[in-house]
């Protein structure tokens, strides 16, 4: 098996794993089905990408290719609570009785993906929530898993540029043997290329850059495929609650002792956290840390 090949099985194989967890909640907590989506940057724009869903069409909600709708957005730029293990509720995209229980899953400061739960009937009761809460680490090692192996598989096939002459042929392609793309794939991108013009296409958490090109045969589009990014978290949202509540002593001026007092813990353990604030946020100084965080210079 060629390298390329092997890292697209190992990447199938991390998608059915992360299909096994979504089956086994949403059976534990009487959910219709559950979707998953990573989520992508294209010109500072968010997108959908790599959908799986079980159990459940999820309809209106992640589309691959399609753009993130304004409200999560929002809340993936600004997080509206601590922590997210935390499942929130929210109705859903198509109204209805139905409830979907949601929350983001990152991988350090990069966010993972987006994984949604939808009710049979009703609304999902506090003590469903609280059961997807406390597996959500669970949840959250296999999808970090599966984007693993999703980005090893795509940095593998990185630099592939395609010709076409009209939507459905391609006129020319670099050799990529055992690469991600199928043929559907393929007619996909010239639709994308030939509906867009110029713009940027995303497709499986592919950025494609369109150029329109003219040569003997006629007009046709040049296409340099890449890796669409991820997003970062926000700085103060890459850190544990623990971690967070040290941050914001250590920004205010407070000693290690103040902190140990304040957060009945050992000073000891302040500075272990502490200094893991500092290697997560790329840190050496208090000052620097004020400035990451947003708080300006210290007094």
Not at 117 to 132: N, Q, T, W, Y
Request: contains cysteine; proline residues 3%; hydrophobic residues 40%.
């Amino acid at each position: 098996m060629s390298p390329r090949n092997d890292l697209r099985e190992r990447a199938h194989q991390a998608r059915e794993e992360l299909c096994q967890e979504l089956q086994r909640l949403s059976e534990r907590v009487g959910a219709r089905g559950a979707s998953f989506a990573e989520v992508r940057l294209a010109e500072e724009r968010m997108y959908w990408a790599r959908p799986v869903r079980r159990g459940t069409s999820m309809e209106g909600l992640p589309e691959d290719g399609a753009a993130v709708d304004e409200a999560l957005v929002e809340e993936i730029w600004r997080p509206v609570d601590e922590s997210f293990r935390c499942f929130r509720r929210a109705p859903l995209a198509r109204g209805g009785s139905g409830d979907v229980a949601r929350t983001l899953i990152y991988n350090e400061d990069r966010l993972v993906g987006w994984v949604g739960f939808e009710k049979r009937s009703g609304a999902f009761s506090p003590s469903e929530l609280d059961a997807l809460s406390q597996e959500s680490e669970r949840l959250g090692d296999v999808a970090r898993s599966y984007g693993r192996a999703t980005d090893a598989m795509m940095k593998a096939c990185v630099g592939l540029s395609l010709v076409f002459a009209s939507k459905e042929s391609v006129a020319y392609r670099t050799e990529l043997q055992g690469g991600c793309f199928d043929e559907a794939d393929l007619v996909r991108f010239g639709e994308l290329c030939f509906e867009s013009g110029e713009a940027v296409g995303m497709l499986k958490g592919w950025l494609l850059r369109v150029q329109r090109v003219e040569g003997d045969a006629g007009v046709g589009r040049l296409v340099h495929v890449e890796i669409a990014p991820r997003a970062e978290r926000a700085p103060d949202f890459a850190l544990t609650e623990m971690q967070r509540r040290v941050a914001e002593y250590a920004r205010s001026g407070a000693t290690v002792n103040e902190i140990a007092r304040a957060m009945g813990r050992s000073p000891h353990t302040v500075k272990t956290h502490l200094k893991s604030v500092y290697e997560r946020l790329g840190v050496a100084s208090r000052l620097e840390l004020a400035a990451r965080l947003g708080g300006g210079e210290l007094a």
